[in-house]
């Protein structure tokens, strides 16, 4: 009995040994840089996208859909994913995948919000879950450390590659834009990479892969950190960058002080006063949880706004417009279409909704009226025939300005507009814009 204890104790010893030889020995492997890629990676997504392209057959001009990829990185853990706004723009569908080893599914990604000048775009995927982010550095980068790059290299996924900083704030021409201060590396960078992330040995976020030269080997760029977070606070994150329009605003309080009447916000019965609490699930208590919730709201999308008024809470359903229709409901009380009429089908704009009380109604504009022209102050009549011909006359004639507008309406029904000395179906009028 003694002996086979004895022998039990000592096979003990050296199964213990060997564990513990195996341990220093993984351990000895696992580098700072596995250590990096380990920590980092779950939160690395390669993105992929089909995008609608021009392309040249001889003679013949053809829009075809295309295939793309890139990658991103999730900064905010309710699904913020940020990546170059290259890698996405024109996309109809983007789609967003994890490691196989840390996520298998793949994920629908909305566009939020963009920068093209600094090639920055924010996207959204929905997981009803919390996603592992990567933290964004506060120190400067420094010459000479080394760096490492996670990204979707010629198709395959989660590829690393190291480095280091080989170059500070460099001044590069990516086609039609101008980089300055971009970070410059030799750790392998290609198209693939674009939008990734470039970390740092603790693991942090230092900059967004985002260009590469051919002419040298050996150097990739990313945008610095520093001005990743100034341009997502300061622009990506603006309200002025969202796509849809709920008919209301909204002090820093979240406490409604505007409401456009005959707008969602109106219609879903919102009050001057009611204080924002949860937007379609996700709770208010910052600027920051408040415009991403605004951002990510698709136009024709439904929203729920719970919303506390006098001690209690109320729910508000509505239906997200456009931005561009929000605009020109804002401004002029009027919401347009475009339309083709006459023989040669011509585009021009038709009414399709008025605000009772905007600067529409007040000159006696109605739905199905057509916009033959308008007219700003000291200057010629101009035909609008898309909507972004109308916003670009809006933008450029300030809150209180004036527009004279010239409409067509069918009275008599018989689908023509006339205009004779006997009878006329051509109006005219002064728009005093909000």
Excluded at 92 to 98: E, M, P, Q, S
Excluded at 219 to 228: K, N
Excluded at 237 to 254: C, H, I, M, N, T
Excluded at 380 to 404: C, F, P, Q, V, Y
Aim: glycine share 8%; hydrophobic share 40%.
């Amino acid at each position: 009995m003694r002996r086979d204890l004895a022998c039990l104790l000592t096979a003990l010893l050296c199964i213990s040994a060997s564990l513990s030889s195996q341990d220093l020995e993984t351990d000895h492997r696992r580098t700072p840089v596995v250590r990096v890629v380990e920590q980092a990676k779950p939160a690395v997504v390669s993105i992929t996208t089909n995008k609608l392209v021009r392309v040249n057959y001889g003679f013949i001009r053809r829009t075809e859909e295309r295939p793309g990829e890139g990658t991103g990185v999730v900064i905010f853990d309710d699904g913020y994913v940020m990546t170059n706004y290259h890698v996405v723009k024109d996309a109809t569908k983007i789609t967003v995948r994890f490691d196989e080893v840390d996520d298998a599914r793949s994920y629908v990604a909305e566009m939020v919000s963009r920068v093209e000048e600094e090639d920055l775009a924010l996207l959204k995927i929905q997981g009803g879950e919390t996603f592992p982010t990567i933290p964004m550095s506060t120190a400067d980068p420094i010459l000479g450390e080394t760096v490492v790059a996670i990204g979707n290299a010629y198709g395959n996924s989660h590829t690393v590659s190291t480095g280091i900083i080989s170059g500070l704030r460099r001044d590069v021409r990516a086609g039609n834009l101008n980089f300055t201060d971009l970070l410059q590396t030799d750790a392998a960078i290609n198209p693939g990479n674009s939008g990734g992330p470039l970390l740092n040995i603790d693991g942090e976020l230092i900059g967004i892969n985002t260009a590469v030269t051919g002419a040298a080997e050996n150097i990739g760029f990313a945008i610095p950190v520093a001005r990743v977070r100034s341009v997502l606070y300061k622009k990506l994150l603006s309200l002025d960058r969202a796509r849809a329009w709920l008919g209301f605003e909204a002090d820093q309080q979240f406490r409604i002080n505007t409401i456009f009447a005959g707008g969602p916000g109106h219609a879903a019965g919102l009050q001057i006063g009611d204080r924002i609490v949860d937007i379609n699930d996700s709770h208010i208590d910052s600027q920051k949880s408040y415009n991403l919730a605004r951002l990510s709201i698709q136009p024709l999308d439904p929203v729920t706004l719970s919303v506390e008024r006098q001690g209690k809470q109320y729910n508000a359903q509505m239906q997200a417009l456009n931005w561009l229709d929000g605009v020109t409901y804002e401004r002029l009380g009027l919401i347009v279409v475009m339309t083709h009429i006459g023989p040669s089908y011509s585009p021009y704009l038709k009414v399709t909704a008025v605000d009772p009380q905007g600067p529409a109604a007040t000159v006696g504009i109605q739905p199905d009226d057509v916009i033959a022209a308008m007219k700003p102050d000291h200057t010629r009549a101009k035909r609008l025939r898309t909507i972004e011909d109308l916003l670009l006359l809006l933008a450029r004639t300030g809150s209180g300005g004036h527009l004279e507008i010239e409409i067509w309406r069918d009275d008599d029904k018989d689908g023509a507009f006339e205009h004779t000395e006997l009878y006329s179906e051509v109006y005219t009028g002064q728009l005093d814009l909000r």
